[in-house]
């Protein structure tokens, strides 16, 4: 299931926008804009275990740092969130490989995949797996931007395979 998920997105990758063309990623930047630039953010963190039963759910604080790797084309994100659960707390971590499409001067959606693990406080247990995400950053004219992504993960956790859905909200800075 998450190789059709990651075909699946590797797939829209020549898609830049529905609205029009996008600007290539090779394009210098507008003046006062860095085109290519480390984010820090902080977000509030939802999830999900639709297949699960009682389809248990979480919420909490996350945090995330990325990193352009590759001049416009790629970057690196490290994410870690608390969430809190029904049936006790998970804390994830993430490792992503994102692709940026900077359609407008203030919008950048990006697309990205990478590992995962989750440390299951209750049982105190480390869960792996692998996660896809889609999302976007909206920037105000300064360092200040507005973070929104939907994930789709696979954990491999408690001796079973969990399916989860993650939805998060933030705010990020430009470094």
């Keep these: 299931m998450l190789r059709i998920l990651v075909?699946?997105?590797a797939s829209l990758l020549p898609l830049t926008t529905v609205a029009g063309p996008a600007t290539p990623v090779h394009a210098p930047a507008e003046p006062g804009h860095e085109a290519h630039h480390a984010v820090l953010g902080a977000k509030l963190v939802g999830l999900s275990l639709p297949g699960e039963e009682d389809a248990p759910?979480?919420?909490?604080?996350?945090?995330?740092f990325e990193y352009p790797v590759l001049h416009g084309a790629l970057t690196v994100e490290a994410a870690a969130a608390y969430l809190f659960g029904e049936h006790g707390d998970e804390v994830p971590v993430d490792v992503l490989l994102k692709v940026?499409?900077?359609v407008a001067p203030a919008l950048e959606l990006f697309v990205g995949a990478g590992p995962l693990a989750a440390?299951?406080?209750e049982h105190d247990e480390i869960g792996w797996g692998g996660l896809a995400s889609l999302g976007g950053y909206w920037w105000t004219e300064?360092?200040?931007?507005?973070l929104l992504e939907a994930?789709?993960?696979?954990?491999?956790s408690h001796g079973h395979t969990l399916h989860g859905v993650e939805a998060a909200a933030g705010v990020v800075f430009r470094l």
């Design 7 to 9: 075909v699946a997105l």
């Design 119 to 121: 440390w299951s406080v």
């Design 142 to 146: 300064g360092a200040l931007g507005l």
């Design 151 to 156: 994930d789709y993960e696979v954990l491999r």
């Design 57 to 64: 759910m979480f919420v909490g604080p996350g945090v995330l």
């Design 100 to 102: 940026p499409f900077h």
